[in-house]
């Protein structure tokens, strides 16, 4: 059997090293146009600041894929023959397959804006974009960053540190607060004003200004104000990269629509990480996880279903982490989501750089964010599964610290002012 | 259909790599007036120490001593404090890979030939740095000269100033571990250990004995690192110094019997080897811009695993030898030319000149992590009989890298911590930085159950010979999600 795995991000490997684990003799290819050798993307901002070497951002020794019986192939496909069961190739010749693995990733949002096609307009997402930004920035002693996410805060960062000017426009009115509560957002907004960036709340763009060449030279914004910059990041949020298979017999709603399973549309095909749209028969909303781990997860339930398992995807208990300039973030469990009937206590240290929120309701925890404090991801699962209830966890919120040894341990002022807070 | 623009990318990211990106701004300098203060008082003190050696004024003074060393130091500390002072606390590794001095560019091959060179004047040419036999130091030596007097009770000798050195290159680099983590608190006492033990242990309190007439030791010395503090001559040099002799006999016993495999059993070996050794102590502090270059291969850690541990065998034979032949006679006049051997090419070319003079090319830990056998010994116990591990915080980690780039001892870290396996490995010396690096926090160093660091870990003994033949399985029982709705 052969398997061809479209994508080397961490789906696709994923999907690889767990199927080499499962079927010893099957034949696995690994094709990408991105890169010879897997990466991790999350580290392509390290290089960019210098932290560290491109090829540090190789999990694996080059000699590691040969030692797995795993074939690489470098090459961008341009079509699916799903009949013939064939990918055509740029540049080199058609590879046939027997089953089919998409993890084809994600891709910048670009929502129509006049002028976001022109040259110094990039969002980041691949290498080919970390090399459009070094090219781009050659010429950038101001650059405008649209949309705040992380990706958003991440390009800041980046280009900051290289002594460009940052001015970074955010829709909301205050950063990334669709996703966190507004003590939290507020802690950031702060933060990315005292790394010196200059943050534009509830600033929308209008248009991107073409300087006659092509190229961008200045931004509008939506109460009309010109500011000129020579490099404008995109970072309005991703989405499923389907390119390939849009015009295709394959399903496709925003991403590649597939089961628990991820069996995709037709037979022996598959999705899995960002590119991939789980259907949930439960009528729920239609999963898109665009996370390291659940791409991790969805490889290997894939690899799992080809060797004749039937798995399911079930992530379990949902946590993240970031870390934003210099403040790291956890989350766990139901943050942000306006659970009806959910209570917040939130701590923040006088000090301004730990904060701890518990979301509880009926009297059980339900989620944790976590700012400048580590907690310990097993206990932090242990506690949402069973549900813990809230009185256990302000007993025991020592034996959720994982921050390093010999810090300064904050759970005595926060069980306080929650207990304070309760009273 | 796929992008054009995709299709038409085909940058050989293997080949041609990124390195710095050209950016306009960049390149301005940035020095505060008070980071060129500093600079001025670093270049006075040079200026000084230039003309002191070369027999100028002030040489041999206290006023010299003060305004050459003494300011020199004054002026690197200020220089780190007011450079890192105004940056936001957090880890600032900005640029570290585009300098020439911390990447192997011309820069770093020149520090490293003049702290090799260094080294080779100190051991083979003392001369030319001011030693005679006879009579009063001259040149860089006679620097010192006033503090050695009044210290040690003899005037100044190649070993006095190399102590003076070794002591306030702690001090001043320390300053900088100080300041880069501030925001860390392992850190900052890690670094005020290592300044302490290196200052009362190491140079202060030998070279009080050595006023005192009684034989030398340093504090934080411990046989096999220090081979000869339990070789006859030195045992029977403190059985024959009376009370206080068989005090430090004591000492040196219990640093090596039961300090070792105790503290090893509780802390791991970072008890010794980042928060009290005198290498570690350099490593740390002076040594600590280099860290990034240590080599993660695994081929770099199979020549780790042969070279270390056959320098312990080296040394543990080399032991028995000159006790035989010191008792019994046996080896006739063999035990001389050995224990001259070790001492040249472990002691003083392994140790010395590869295993500091090499910082800017090999990264600052050489020699703590294919030569001391201190170490070896140390790992040995750490790997199977401690608390100590390197937890994973579950399934957080993104194997961004960080972690192993910033690895002195070259462990590839991610590839435990991408496992959701605890690091359990002979040579981690517990630094802490990969949990300082590590964006997502997912790295802790702790001292937990033995039981529950690795499969098996509560079999020491098979656990030993397990790693023997496969070291690079550690098959702790990874962290998976529960399967569950949600």
């Given at each position: 059997?052969?398997?061809?795995?479209?994508?080397?991000g961490?789906a696709?490997?994923?999907?690889?090293?767990?199927?080499?684990?499962?079927?010893?003799d099957?034949?696995?290819t690994?094709?990408?146009?991105e890169?010879?050798?897997h990466?991790?993307?999350?580290a392509?901002?390290?290089?960019?600041?210098?932290?560290?070497?491109?090829e540090d951002?190789?999990?694996?020794?080059?000699?590691?894929?040969?030692?797995?019986r795993?074939e690489?192939?470098?090459?961008?496909?341009?079509?699916?023959?799903?009949?013939?069961?064939?990918?055509?190739?740029?540049?080199?010749?058609?590879?046939?397959?027997?089953k089919?693995?998409?993890?084809?990733g994600s891709?910048?949002n670009?929502?129509?804006?006049p002028?976001?096609?022109?040259a110094?307009?990039?969002?980041?997402?691949g290498l080919?974009?970390?090399?459009?930004?070094y090219?781009?920035?050659r010429?950038?002693?101001?650059?405008v960053?649209?949309?705040?996410?992380?990706?958003g805060?991440?390009?800041?960062?980046?280009?900051h540190?290289?002594?460009?000017?940052?001015?970074?426009?955010?829709?909301?009115?205050?950063y990334?607060d669709?996703i966190?509560?507004?003590?939290?957002?507020?802690i950031?907004?702060?933060l990315?004003?005292?790394?010196?960036?200059?943050?534009?709340?509830?600033?929308e763009?209008?248009?991107?200004v073409?300087d006659?060449?092509?190229?961008?030279c200045?931004?509008?914004?939506?109460?009309?104000?010109?500011?000129?910059?020579?490099?404008?990041?995109?970072?309005a949020g991703?989405?499923?990269?389907?390119?390939?298979?849009?015009?295709?017999?394959?399903?496709?709603?925003?991403?590649?629509?597939?089961?628990?399973?991820?069996?995709?549309?037709?037979?022996?095909?598959?999705?899995?990480?960002?590119?991939?749209?789980?259907?949930?028969?439960?009528?729920?909303?239609?999963?898109?996880h665009?996370?390291w781990y659940?791409?991790?997860?969805?490889?290997?339930?894939?690899?799992?279903?080809?060797?004749?398992?039937e798995?399911?995807?079930r992530?379990?208990?949902?946590?993240?982490s970031?870390?934003?300039l210099d403040?790291?973030?956890?989350?766990y469990?139901?943050?942000?989501?306006?659970?009806?009937g959910?209570?917040?206590?939130?701590w923040?240290?006088?000090?301004g750089?730990?904060a701890?929120?518990?979301?509880?309701?009926e009297?059980?925890?339900?989620?944790?964010?976590?700012?400048?404090i580590?907690?310990?991801?097993?206990v932090?699962?242990?506690w949402?599964t069973?549900?813990a209830t809230?009185?256990?966890?302000?007993?025991?919120?020592e034996?959720?610290?994982?921050?390093?040894?010999?810090f300064?341990?904050?759970e005595?002022a926060?069980?306080?002012?929650?207990?304070?807070?309760?009273? | 259909?796929?992008?054009?623009?995709?299709?038409?990318?085909d940058?050989?990211?293997?080949?041609?790599?990124?390195?710095e990106?050209?950016?306009?701004?960049a390149?301005?300098?940035?020095l505060?007036g008070?980071?060129?203060g500093?600079?001025?008082?670093v270049?006075?003190?040079?200026?000084?120490?230039?003309?002191?050696?070369?027999?100028?004024?002030?040489a041999?003074?206290?006023?010299?001593?003060l305004?050459?060393?003494?300011?020199?130091?004054?002026?690197?500390?200020?220089?780190?404090?007011?450079?890192?002072?105004?940056?936001t606390?957090?880890?600032?590794?900005?640029?570290?890979?585009?300098?020439?001095?911390l990447?192997?560019?011309?820069?770093?091959?020149?520090?490293?030939?003049?702290?090799?060179?260094?080294?080779?004047?100190?051991y083979?040419?003392?001369?030319?740095?001011?030693?005679?036999?006879?009579?009063?130091?001259?040149?860089?030596?006679?620097?010192?000269?006033p503090l050695?007097?009044?210290?040690?009770?003899?005037p100044?000798?190649?070993w006095?100033?190399?102590?003076?050195?070794?002591?306030?290159?702690?001090?001043?680099?320390?300053?900088?571990?100080?300041?880069?983590?501030?925001?860390?608190?392992?850190?900052?006492?890690?670094?005020?250990?290592?300044?302490?033990?290196q200052f009362?242990?190491?140079?202060l309190l030998?070279?009080?004995l050595?006023?005192?007439?009684y034989?030398?030791?340093?504090f934080?010395?411990?046989?096999?690192l220090?081979n000869?503090?339990?070789w006859?001559?030195?045992?029977?040099?403190?059985?024959?110094?009376?009370?206080?002799?068989?005090?430090?006999?004591?000492?040196?016993?219990a640093?090596?019997?039961?300090?070792?495999?105790?503290?090893?059993?509780f802390?791991?070996?970072r008890?010794?080897?980042?928060?009290?050794?005198?290498?570690?102590?350099?490593?740390?502090?002076?040594?600590?811009?280099?860290?990034q270059?240590?080599?993660?291969?695994?081929?770099?850690?199979?020549?780790?695993?042969?070279l270390i541990?056959a320098?312990?065998?080296?040394?543990?034979?080399t032991?028995?030898?000159?006790?035989?032949?010191?008792?019994?006679?046996?080896?006739?006049?063999?035990?001389?030319?050995?224990?001259?051997?070790?001492?040249?090419y472990?002691?003083?070319?392994?140790s010395?000149?590869?295993?500091?003079?090499?910082y800017?090319?090999?990264?600052?830990r050489?020699?703590?992590?294919f030569g001391?056998?201190?170490?070896?010994?140390?790992g040995?116990?750490?790997?199977?009989?401690?608390?100590?591990?390197?937890?994973t915080?579950?399934?957080?980690?993104?194997?961004c890298?960080?972690?192993?780039?910033?690895?002195?001892m070259?462990?590839d870290?991610?590839?435990?911590?991408?496992?959701s396996?605890?690091?359990?490995?002979?040579?981690?010396?517990?630094?802490?930085?990969?949990?300082?690096?590590?964006?997502r926090?997912?790295?802790k160093l702790?001292?937990?159950?033995?039981?529950?660091?690795f499969d098996g870990?509560?079999?020491?003994?098979?656990?030993?010979?397990?790693?023997?033949?496969?070291?690079?399985?550690y098959?702790?029982?990874?962290?998976?999600?529960p399967?569950?709705p949600d």
């Amino acid at each position: 059997m052969h398997v061809a795995i479209l994508g080397n991000g961490v789906a696709g490997v994923s999907t690889a090293l767990r199927l080499r684990e499962r079927l010893p003799d099957c034949r696995i290819t690994l094709v990408s146009g991105e890169s010879k050798y897997h990466y991790s993307r999350p580290a392509l901002m390290y290089v960019f600041m210098g932290h560290m070497r491109f090829e540090d951002t190789k999990p694996f020794e080059d000699s590691y894929w040969a030692e797995q019986r795993i074939e690489l192939l470098r090459a961008w496909v341009t079509e699916v023959d799903f009949e013939e069961r064939r990918l055509e190739l740029h540049n080199a010749p058609p590879l046939s397959y027997d089953k089919l693995v998409l993890a084809t990733g994600s891709k910048p949002n670009r929502f129509g804006w006049p002028g976001q096609d022109l040259a110094g307009v990039q969002g980041l997402w691949g290498l080919y974009d970390l090399k459009e930004l070094y090219d781009n920035a050659r010429q950038t002693e101001h650059a405008v960053i649209v949309g705040g996410g992380l990706i958003g805060i991440e390009l800041a960062e980046m280009l900051h540190s290289r002594g460009i000017h940052v001015t970074f426009l955010v829709r909301e009115e205050s950063y990334w607060d669709n996703i966190l509560p507004k003590e939290e957002s507020g802690i950031l907004n702060e933060l990315i004003r005292e790394a010196g960036i200059e943050l534009r709340l509830s600033t929308e763009l209008k248009e991107i200004v073409d300087d006659g060449a092509g190229r961008c030279c200045a931004v509008v914004t939506g109460e009309g104000e010109r500011i000129d910059c020579q490099l404008v990041g995109l970072t309005a949020g991703v989405s499923p990269n389907v390119d390939l298979v849009r015009e295709s017999p394959l399903a496709v709603g925003r991403g590649i629509l597939v089961g628990r399973s991820l069996r995709a549309s037709l037979p022996d095909v598959y999705a899995a990480g960002d590119c991939a749209e789980i259907e949930t028969p439960e009528g729920e909303r239609n999963l898109i996880h665009q996370v390291w781990y659940t791409g991790k997860m969805q490889g290997e339930v894939v690899a799992d279903v080809i060797a004749g398992d039937e798995r399911e995807y079930r992530p379990g208990t949902w946590f993240n982490s970031a870390k934003f300039l210099d403040l790291e973030y956890q989350t766990y469990g139901r943050v942000g989501l306006r659970v009806p009937g959910e209570e917040n206590l939130f701590w923040r240290h006088p000090g301004g750089k730990h904060a701890i929120r518990i979301v509880h309701k009926e009297g059980r925890v339900i989620g944790f964010n976590l700012m400048g404090i580590r907690w310990r991801h097993e206990v932090c699962e242990r506690w949402l599964t069973e549900p813990a209830t809230l009185d256990h966890v302000l007993d025991h919120l020592e034996e959720a610290n994982f921050d390093p040894e010999l810090f300064r341990r904050h759970e005595g002022a926060a069980r306080e002012a929650f207990r304070s807070a309760l009273r | 259909m796929i992008e054009e623009r995709l299709l038409a990318y085909d940058y050989d990211e293997e080949l041609e790599g990124f390195g710095e990106p050209e950016t306009p701004l960049a390149d301005e300098p940035s020095l505060s007036g008070a980071e060129k203060g500093a600079l001025a008082l670093v270049g006075l003190g040079a200026l000084s120490l230039t003309v002191q050696t070369a027999g100028g004024p002030l040489a041999g003074t206290w006023p010299g001593l003060l305004s050459s060393l003494g300011l020199l130091s004054l002026g690197a500390v200020l220089f780190f404090w007011t450079s890192l002072r105004d940056t936001t606390p957090g880890i600032k590794h900005d640029g570290t890979f585009f300098r020439s001095l911390l990447t192997r560019g011309g820069l770093g091959w020149l520090a490293g030939i003049v702290m090799t060179g260094f080294y080779l004047l100190l051991y083979w040419f003392p001369a030319s740095l001011g030693h005679s036999d006879a009579g009063e130091p001259t040149g860089l030596i006679r620097v010192v000269d006033p503090l050695a007097r009044p210290l040690t009770g003899y005037p100044a000798s190649q070993w006095f100033l190399y102590g003076v050195l070794y002591t306030l290159a702690i001090l001043v680099f320390g300053v900088r571990m100080l300041m880069k983590y501030r925001h860390n608190r392992y850190q900052r006492l890690r670094t005020v250990s290592v300044f302490v033990f290196q200052f009362a242990f190491a140079w202060l309190l030998p070279n009080l004995l050595v006023k005192l007439r009684y034989p030398y030791m340093e504090f934080n010395g411990v046989w096999p690192l220090k081979n000869d503090y339990l070789w006859p001559d030195k045992v029977l040099g403190f059985v024959d110094a009376g009370a206080m002799g068989k005090f430090l006999l004591i000492w040196a016993l219990a640093a090596a019997l039961i300090g070792t495999p105790v503290l090893t059993y509780f802390f791991g070996k970072r008890w010794y080897c980042s928060w009290v050794c005198g290498c570690g102590g350099l490593a740390e502090t002076a040594g600590d811009p280099w860290r990034q270059l240590s080599n993660k291969s695994t081929t770099a850690w199979a020549i780790e695993r042969w070279l270390i541990h056959a320098v312990l065998v080296l040394v543990v034979l080399t032991t028995a030898v000159v006790w035989a032949d010191h008792r019994l006679g046996l080896f006739g006049s063999a035990s001389g030319p050995l224990k001259q051997w070790y001492g040249f090419y472990i002691g003083a070319v392994f140790s010395g000149v590869v295993g500091v003079g090499f910082y800017p090319l090999l990264g600052n830990r050489v020699w703590c992590r294919f030569g001391c056998p201190q170490a070896a010994l140390l790992g040995l116990f750490q790997r199977v009989f401690s608390r100590f591990r390197i937890t994973t915080n579950g399934g957080q980690c993104m194997s961004c890298g960080n972690c192993s780039t910033y690895c002195e001892m070259g462990i590839d870290v991610r590839a435990y911590a991408e496992r959701s396996e605890n690091v359990v490995r002979a040579s981690c010396v517990g630094c802490g930085v990969c949990a300082a690096v590590c964006p997502r926090g997912v790295l802790k160093l702790e001292n937990g159950l033995p039981g529950d660091r690795f499969d098996g870990s509560d079999r020491p003994l098979t656990a030993l010979t397990e790693s023997f033949r496969r070291p690079d399985i550690y098959g702790y029982e990874p962290w998976r999600a529960p399967e569950q709705p949600d």
